[in-house]
């Protein structure tokens, strides 16, 4: 239940962005926007106490990378609808990710990360977690 309401609300948060941004956005981006925010969420849920955030934000953007890769394969590709197409982009990969985008997307995951603890703390009464910059979580 949690996590379809994070990804339903990622979803819709996702999909304006996109409207406000590019002026439109296709529904399977709303899926895949909603999924990026669960995956940046349970990706600070195994870290934090393990890694500073700015690498808790690289890992969730190498997710969101990896998950807009395989979406853009069946989505792109696989079902030909083009609701996006890097080719353009230098270092490519197959049009569908692009290292300017999993850069984006390092930025992107600070706000989702804090947004998926906000969720869990109002909606589920969760208590907010800590985050580290540069040390390592242990003192030992």
């Given at each position: ?11 819709v ?5 996109e ?7 296709h529904i399977?981006?709303i899926?895949?926007g909603g ?8 990706i600070?849920?195994?870290l ?8 808790i ?16 394969c069946?989505?792109?590709l696989w079902l030909?609808?083009a609701?996006?197409d890097y ?22 995951a600070l ?7 906000i969720i869990?703390?109002c ?14 979580g242990?003192?030992?």
């Amino acid at each position: 239940m949690k996590e379809l309401f994070i990804i339903l609300f990622g979803g819709v948060v996702y999909g304006a962005i996109e409207i406000a941004f590019r002026g439109h956005t296709h529904i399977s981006m709303i899926l895949l926007g909603g999924m990026c925010l669960s995956a940046c969420g349970i990706i600070s849920d195994l870290l934090h106490q393990k890694l500073p955030l700015p690498l808790i934000m690289v890992a969730s953007a190498v997710a969101i990378t990896v998950l807009e890769f395989i979406a853009g394969c069946i989505i792109n590709l696989w079902l030909g609808l083009a609701v996006w197409d890097y080719s353009n982009m230098p270092g490519n990969i197959l049009g569908q990710v692009s290292p300017a985008f999993t850069a984006a997307w390092f930025f992107l995951a600070l706000p989702a990360i804090y947004l998926y603890d906000i969720i869990l703390h109002c909606k589920f009464s969760r208590p907010m977690k800590k985050y580290f910059f540069l040390r390592s979580g242990n003192k030992s």
